[in-house]
């Protein structure tokens, strides 16, 4: 170790090199390791010191340590058999990216901070567009996360309303009447976070009945709103989902953006999740009326291969983005007439998330791309059609991209719920599989994503063997009667 300054370059090669050999082993054997970590929780706090060394230490030793504390410590996302929540997965060239932009460390606030991605955001947001099929006046931008997309879609509907928060804020005002945002009761969670962070509360958060298959009522949607006009509220926006968290449900964006046209309201579209399909024509019909949304959030780091986190908002008019948020101090005013990120959003320093994603795009290509989501659900279907042929199992919710919602309903057993869930923690405990759970009119539903991009079909032939094992063993042992 060197008394000043960084690792010698002989020795950042040498780990370097150890690491990559580590990360390729890591991903070939991936679907050996636990998909849930096995670990109790405190059990990596107890095993490291709760002080920090002294002295820097051997790089060799801190390796091992990742081996022997780390490893044990990780859910594996990546795994082919992690099919809770949303299974998402990281490629390998999205690595590289990360390690790239790590390199390059910088914070893109203003162009000229970093003219490389504060361009190259630009042009791969513009070669997703076209990649969705969305029209040339949607220009984007790149946060971390939906919700942090989300956040900044409703402030900028909110500002677009003329309540003038950005300079007057909301506190000590007696002019302004209480905001509603609407959205189904499917909605995401980080809807909900939005408006409490935003300081309209979650008494402004109205959320409209769904049909049968989940999805928002547009009829009900118009009823709430010229019910809360009457009584003097302020509509800013409407948020339907393309593909719900719980069961991939479709709210039916046109029809909900002729309310909001009728009304003037800002229609931000959520599709987080299930965005991505837009790259399949066959899948287009799923968001039709997108196009006339003011803005969408889209997650290339949910089903694109791109590793968390790199989320994308588009706006139809991105300068109303800027009018909510722009602040120029007099430390980062600039004479170049350019467009500089940190003008967009909350954050001043923004990573250089462009970068894993354009590796990505390049790497796999339009069609690439297209294939492992095809696949994705076709393997998705495939497991509903065993599922529905199978009287020991019954479908939850309609597959309309790569999300099985499903129960357990062998005959003679009192209580499903119990049983479902039962079946669910056992997998998930052995390791073998993750799934996950939702609760659909009160009914345990099970949930098993296909997203993975080393998924195949003999991981969904194992998660079914498995599930059916633990049916049959739970229904010998009596447990749930
Ligand atoms: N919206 C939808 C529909 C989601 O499914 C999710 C996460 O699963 C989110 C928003 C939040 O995503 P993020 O973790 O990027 O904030």
Redesign the pocket.
Known sequence: MSELGDMPAEDFRRYGYELVDWIANYFEHIGEYPVLSQVKPGWLRESIPASPPERGEDFAEVLKDVDRLILPAVTHWNHPNFHG??STSTSSVGVFGEMLTAAFDMKAMLWRTSPASTELEDVVLDWLRQMLGLPAHFEGIIY???????MHAIAAARERAGVKARDLGLSGRDDVPLMRVYSSEH??S??DKSVITLGLGLKSLRKIECNERFEMIPEKLAEAIDEDIENGYLPICVIP?V???STSSVDPVDAIADICEKYGIWLHV?????GSTAILPEFREHFKGWERADSI?V?P??WLFTPF?L?VLYCKDLSLLKEAFSLVAEYLKTTEEVKNGMDYGIQLGRRFRALKFWFVIRYFGVEGLQARLREHCRLARLFASWVEADPNWEMMAPVPFALVCFRAVHEGIGDLDALNEQIMSEINASGEAYLSHTKLNGTFTLRLSVGSIRVEEKHLAKVWQLLNDRLESTIISGTQT
């Open positions: 929540l949303f971390d996360t939906a919700s942090v997309s989300t909605v995401h980080s809807i989902t593909g719900t968290t959520d599709t987080a999740y299930a959030v997650n780091h949910k986190d989320s």
